[in-house]
């Protein structure tokens, strides 16, 4: 037996799962339908961009009927959200809240508890709907979320060892996080090949808090390179709208010129890699008309980079977890903004993309000099000393001298660039775009608007 | 002068934690910030091994009170009796009234207390009472660059 297998075998023997049977779910996955797979999708699907919201409920009854709505809607991607107790892999919270939600009638876990609901049970509701569903959770041991949701016929897998723990966790080891993900990784690579492939998809909004493009499109790319490194034949790289559509659409092309440039360099030339657009992640108006512009203009921008997929957000954003009604009501209106959008011209900004595209490089160098003998140790160690550094992380490992702020266009630039491995000339281009008065105060109070620029 | 801050008990909101971080290294102050979900045994613990000679323990979830009633215990402590004790941010779970919030959590032992102040007001008005306090060299604030 192999010592992958074995892992899988101990991790799998847990209390609350239920017999798993490894033969069966493998000859599931072998026979399951093609429209199940994303990967299949994003293939057959020339060109148009997926829509799919967030969303998951506590109850088999609330999740059936969550996707009914969905489907009302023509949903190309249905989400399923997990728990929080269930992120935290602490199943028996979420045994208690599931048994008590159900008694009660009301929701009293933030999600859909997987590993307690039970993979059978589960794949009854996912073939029903034949539809690709994909995972979303932020668990930074998920190894068995994810045996469960693949035999659940789930073949989308959010996440990943720091798009899940840095903007999540204030000490979750990030090291062990590393390992946990590469066994995940291995696993969607083993399922890859019976069938359609299983895509990862990693979480490119961060802290959504004024990350810079060079440091979401670094931390994409080197998931994506741990990603197929393990054998994943199928990526969707990710970020979310940054507040300026001109730095929106820079970042799109440079994110996918550079995933591809790197994952030939790792001599990966057979996996597909797919983009994601988040619409806006950071605070939301509480003014609902102005949500659905803020959703408009998100699902246009969505068209104008050519994103495979959208992930919607909706109009009662600001005032806590969504009624199926509104979740339905954004999927429908970002449908119909994207029909909209055929045959956009080509955009190009030939000095703002050649100064990311730099940044990034410079950055990616800094890693890889790193003297550890694996890729994901040198993504550790550049984390560790600052090399790569996510702007408002609560986990204790970030460095936190980082300091972008908004320029007059509303471009998130960097004004304090800590230990990020930038060349002057990269940080000249973007201290001169900068514009602060001489009062000290003055970077705080334009840190506290430029957070605060939707509302 | 040296500095300790974080956000007291499970809470998790870094962006203020954050700009109080910033806000102080502008003015000056060498900061030492445990983050969020601290609890006051670190805060106590990080202020004798760094002697820091302010404490500024910020909450947004409204939990600081129960994490905090107790901080009098500490002050009998030699090392701590030229620290000055600072909270600030949303000091009850749900509406309070201020007017009853500040003497309340002085009678835990805090010297200065912000229910839902201004950040740059708030630190301002540390600067002045960090002035007046003969104990205590103040810093002159320096520019960022």
């Not at chain 1, 509480?286 to 203009?297: E, H, M, T």
Request: net charge negative; aromatic share 10%; glycine share 6%.
């Amino acid at each position: 037996m192999s010592l992958l297998q074995r892992d899988r075998e101990i991790i799998l023997s847990n209390e609350y799962v239920d017999n798993f049977d490894f033969a069966e779910v493998e000859d599931f996955v072998k026979n399951a339908s093609k429209d199940l797979f994303i990967a299949h999708k994003f293939k057959t699907n020339k060109g148009k961009t997926l829509v799919q919201p967030r969303g998951g409920f506590p109850t088999y009854d609330k999740m059936y009927s969550l996707y009914e709505q969905f489907k009302k809607v023509d949903v190309d991607v249905l989400p399923m959200t997990i728990d929080s107790h269930t992120r935290l892999n602490d199943y028996g919270s979420a045994a208690k809240m599931l048994r008590l939600s159900e008694e009660t009638e009301t929701d009293l876990l933030n999600g859909y508890p997987l590993i307690n609901q039970g993979y059978r049970t589960t794949r009854k509701m996912v073939t029903h709907f034949n539809t690709p569903v994909s995972l979303r959770h932020g668990t930074p041991d998920a190894r068995l979320l994810v045996e469960l949701a693949i035999a659940s016929g789930v073949f989308e897998i959010e996440g990943g060892p720091i798009t899940y723990i840095l903007p999540y966790s204030k000490n979750f080891p990030q090291d062990k996080a590393f390992l946990y993900w590469k066994h995940v990784e291995r696993v969607c690579a083993k399922y890859s090949t019976l069938n359609e492939p299983i895509n990862r998809e990693s979480f490119g909004p961060l802290t959504a808090t004024l990350v810079p493009p060079c440091i979401t499109i670094v931390i994409q790319i080197a998931e994506m390179m741990l990603s197929l490194e393990e054998g994943v034949k199928s990526f969707s790289v990710s970020f979310s709208q940054t507040g300026s559509l001109n730095q929106d659409l820079v970042t799109s092309k440079v994110l996918r010129k550079l995933a591809n440039k790197y994952a030939n360099k790792i001599g990966v030339d057979d996996a597909t890699i797919n983009l994601v657009y988040h619409q806006w992640m950071g605070a939301f108006p509480r003014d609902k008309f102005k949500s659905d512009s803020l959703i408009d203009a998100g699902a246009m921008i969505a068209g104008m980079v050519g994103a495979d997929k959208i992930i919607t957000k909706t109009r009662a954003e600001a005032f806590g977890i969504p009624t199926k009604e509104d979740n339905a009501q954004a999927v429908s209106n970002v449908k119909y903004t994207l029909n909209m959008l055929r045959g956009i011209p080509a955009f190009v900004d030939e000095e703002e993309e050649e100064n990311l595209t730099n940044e990034v490089d410079e950055i990616f160098e800094a890693i890889f000099n790193d003297s550890a003998d694996t890729l994901w140790r040198k993504v550790f160690n550049s984390i560790k000393n600052g090399i790569i550094d996510v702007p408002f992380s609560p986990h204790i490992i970030n460095n936190n001298e980082l300091i972008t702020v908004r320029d007059d266009n509303s471009n998130i630039r960097i004004y304090k660039k800590g230990k990020l491995p930038i060349s002057e000339k990269s940080f000249k281009y973007e201290q001169s775009k900068i514009n602060l008065g001489s009062n000290p105060n003055s970077v705080v109070n334009q840190i506290i608007k430029d957070i605060g620029v939707m509302l | 002068m040296k500095v300790v801050t974080g956000v007291v008990g499970n809470d998790i909101h870094v962006v203020a934690n954050r700009l109080i971080d910033i806000s102080l290294q502008s003015r000056g102050y060498e900061v030492f910030n445990l983050g969020v979900n601290t609890y006051l045994e670190e805060f106590i613990d990080a202020v004798i091994e760094t002697q820091s000679k302010v404490l500024l323990i910020s909450s947004l979830n409204g939990e600081a009170e129960g994490w905090c009633r107790e901080l009098y215990r500490y002050k009998d402590n030699d090392s701590l009796k030229d620290v000055v004790f600072v909270i600030g941010g949303n000091l009850s779970v749900g509406e309070g009234d201020e007017s009853e919030i500040v003497p309340r959590y002085k009678e835990y032992g805090f010297d200065l207390v912000f229910h839902q102040s201004d950040l740059l007001e708030g630190l301002d008005i540390i600067d002045n009472y960090l002035k007046g306090n003969t104990k205590i060299k103040i810093p002159m604030p320096k520019d960022l660059k």
